[in-house]
């Protein structure tokens, strides 16, 4: 049996995926000047799958 990793889960791909499109729109908050929005979008776009991974470490 092969190890499994919480990187092969689709809700993790999905995550990734989904941070893509929101550091993009962070991208064009910061060219409008929205700094404070654009910095608290990227921290929680890294929080998404860092929940993931803790979660299935408590669990696994």
């Known amino acids: 049996m092969s190890d499994f990793r919480f990187e092969d889960l689709d809700i993790w791909k999905e995550g990734i995926a ?3 499109k929101l550091f993009d729109i962070a ?3 910061d060219n409008k000047r929205l700094y404070k929005f654009a910095e608290q979008l990227r921290y929680a776009c890294m929080s998404i799958n860092k929940q ?3 979660r299935f470490r408590v669990i696994f």
């Open 18 to 20: 989904l941070s893509d």
């Open 52 to 54: 993931y991974s803790r």
């Open 27 to 29: 991208d064009n908050a």
